[in-house]
């Protein structure tokens, strides 16, 4: 049987990494790669592997490409510490590996619940993100600090049995990822769009909540359909006016009004 191994990366996920790391112990190898967590990650995922790797975070690409470098396997398969792999997505993952005609790397969908409900709208199902499941050196990521994509050398194909995604455990973990990817996407406007102004990123936002909210029928799903379009729309507006304020405040310097001066 091929050797697949499992590489999860956390920063402080002690609420959520024990289900992630229970739904995988059927892989030949769980690697966790920590960013020096400061809550119980590190002690909960000592209880399912002993290969955890401390590596200091620079760009979740970054992140990625040096956690390949520390497995063994045949088949690597990536999983984030908010995921959980179904018994039915392993035993495909399994079957697949094992086939003949098996592709490089392969998609895999994600059922997201948020709010209490699955979500079916939004733009988050199937809700692929990189190929999850690929060969060992067939693919690796680019730099991007977040939304990072990747280059394949291969074939590529599409699981059909999803795995189980609980990207925020309330409205204010909602806020802090938001905010913190807001911040991690500005490196890419300064490449992509550096000539962008608070009229870009009020233009980009609308046009995130519209895509999520109405062409992506986010309002079949209720609230937590509009919170999300609504959390994509300050993240996107954020991102762009971070940009912003970093480009100009360099030129700028605090004056305090004379009337608080006194």
């Known amino acids: ?6 590489y999860i990366i956390a920063y402080n996920e002690e609420d959520k990494i024990e289900a992630a790391l229970r739904s995988v112990t059927w892989a030949d190898e769980i690697v966790v790669i920590d960013s020096y967590s400061t809550d119980r990650t590190v002690e909960i995922a ?3 592997t002993s290969n955890i790797v401390q590596l200091t ?5 970054k992140l990625r490409n040096d956690a390949l470098t ?3 396997g045949e088949w690597i398969f990536s999983l984030d510490s908010d995921e959980i792999c179904t018994p ?4 495909e993952i399994r079957s697949t590996i094992e086939s003949a005609d098996a592709k490089d790397a392969y998609f895999i969908p994600r059922r997201n619940f948020f709010m209490g409900r699955w979500i079916k709208y939004s733009g988050w199902y199937p809700d692929y993100r990189q190929p999850q499941l690929f060969r060992r050196g067939k693919m690796t990521y680019t730099m991007d ?10 074939s590529i194909g599409k699981l059909t049995e999803p795995i189980a995604q609980v990207p925020f455990k309330d409205l204010e973990q909602l806020m802090f990822k938001s905010a913190r990817y807001s911040s991690l996407g500005v490196q890419r406007v300064a490449r992509d769009k550096p000539n962008s ?4 990123a009020l233009l980009h936002a609308s046009a995130s909540f519209i895509r999520h909210y109405l062409l992506r029928r986010g309002f079949l799903d209720g609230w937590a359909g509009f919170m999300i379009a609504f959390s994509n729309f300050e993240g996107t507006f954020y991102k762009y006016a971070k940009f ?3 480009r100009n405040s360099k030129d700028t310097k605090l004056e305090i009004p004379q009337s608080l001066r006194k």
């Open 57 to 61: 975070f620079e760009s979740f690409g």
């Open 244 to 246: 912003h304020e970093s």
């Open 197 to 200: 102004g608070m009229g870009t």
């Open 70 to 72: 520390h497995l063994s």
């Open 145 to 154: 600090a977040v939304h990072e994509s990747y280059v394949l050398n291969g």
């Open 88 to 91: 039915a997505a392993a035993e």
């Open 46 to 48: 000592k209880k399912y």
């Open 1 to 6: 049987m091929k050797k697949i191994s499992v």
